[in-house]
């Protein structure tokens, strides 16, 4: 459980968001939110990346302490050549959104279209319907919930 004062633990679960500009996006803050509110012990980490940066920072990821990372769209195809295993839906579009790490590996997916196909038809996600249905989404996945 998530403690009040935001303090990471040994065991807290990590998660990057990898994007030229991390800190300006909503998209981190939006997740901790929502796991705070749902006491899951878990932070996601906004990270800065330049482009020349961007494939050293993913490969070192096998031996770092995150449990996987959101990539923005101007790194998702560089991502995906660094995967260890892909999802099927990551293979047959060449990019990935989303990096999990298991056994040092990188194993990539594609997790904005099935949380847009899923929260499209819910009135809950009319506004900002993308940003707030990969949220949703990531969070479902990180408990293991049915999605």
Known sequence: MMNNDNAITVETKLYGYIAQEAHSSRFSATINKLFKE??????????????????????????????????????????????????????????????????????????????LEKYAENNEFADEIAMRSMCQYLYEIILGENV
């Not at 031996?63 to 990551?90: C, P, V, W």
């Not at 047959?92 to 590996?105: A, K, L, R, T, V």
């Open 38 to 115: 749902n006491g899951v012990n878990a932070m996601m980490i906004p990270m800065n990346i330049r482009e020349d940066d961007v494939t050293f920072t993913i490969s070192q990821m096998r031996s770092s302490k995150l449990n996987g990372a959101i990539i923005a769209s101007e790194y998702q195809e560089e991502a995906f050549g660094l995967l260890d295993r892909a999802s099927a839906l990551a293979n047959q579009s060449g990019y990935c959104d989303c990096i999990f790490i298991e056994n040092q590996e990188l194993i990539g997916d594609l997790i904005a279209p099935r949380a």
